[in-house]
């Protein structure tokens, strides 16, 4: 009887352990994927909370530029000084603002696009704005724009030197890197903050 029963008996012994490593591998694969889509979900939602973050960052940026530039404007001697002529005073008061907020551009237009003041480089005036895309926003519409715009390496030489050697990129070599043929970046995409508000009568 003990010869018939013991193949029974490794046959059940050989099931039991089959089915128990059927249902661990099983569990072992779900608990994988639940844990893969819990990190994933995890890391989602790391960059959404980190993007917010960003956003609000830019957003409070912005409006500490805005109500600078908005209360500038507003000032009594720079709209004297534009109306009289004398560019040298408030080109100095601008400078100052300029240097106090720690903004790296500061220009005035006159209410077709040309600029009348660069604080940057007060020589280098009646060039022609009006394609800028904020300014002419300005322009069309009358009102005030605040947002990010993308500046050229030569504009930025236009504004500032200093500002377009800062902004000056020199491509390096990696292993993965995608063939170009320029070695240097001398359009430099820059994000820039602006409010620009249309010229005083």
């Given amino acids: 009887m003990a010869r018939l029963t013991s193949p029974i008996a490794n046959r059940l012994i050989f099931s039991f352990l089959l089915?128990?490593?059927?249902?661990?591998?099983?569990?072992?694969?779900?608990?994988?994927?639940?844990?893969?889509?819990?990190?994933?979900?995890?890391?989602?939602e790391m960059v959404r909370q980190d993007l917010n973050a960003a956003r609000e960052i830019y957003s409070g940026s912005l409006r500490g530029?805005?109500?600078?530039?908005?209360?500038?404007?507003d000032r009594f001697f720079l709209r004297e000084g534009l109306q009289a002529g004398d560019l040298e005073a408030a080109s100095v008061e601008?400078?100052?603002?300029?240097?106090?907020?720690?903004?790296?551009v500061l220009t005035i237009t006159d209410r077709t696009g040309r600029v009348v003041l660069r604080t940057s480089d007060p020589q280098q005036v009646g060039d022609d704005q009006s394609d800028n895309t904020l300014v002419n926003a300005v322009l069309t519409s009358g009102q005030p724009v605040a947002g990010t715009l993308i500046m050229s390496g030569e504009e930025l030489e236009r504004?500032?030197?200093?500002?377009?050697?800062?902004?000056?990129?020199?491509?390096?070599?990696?292993?993965?890197?995608?063939?170009?043929?320029?070695?240097?970046n001398a359009s430099t995409a820059t994000a820039t903050?602006?409010?620009?508000?249309p010229p005083t009568e």
């Fill in 19 to 44: 089915v128990i490593v059927i249902f661990s591998v099983a569990f072992a694969i779900a608990g994988v994927f639940l844990i893969r889509n819990r990190v994933v979900a995890e890391a989602q």
């Fill in 94 to 104: 601008l400078n100052r603002v300029m240097a106090s907020e720690d903004l790296d």
């Fill in 193 to 197: 903050n602006w409010r620009i508000y």
């Fill in 65 to 73: 530029i805005n109500d600078v530039i908005r209360l500038t404007a």
């Fill in 159 to 184: 504004e500032s030197s200093s500002l377009a050697e800062r902004a000056y990129i020199r491509f390096i070599d990696t292993p993965l890197a995608r063939a170009r043929p320029e070695t240097a």
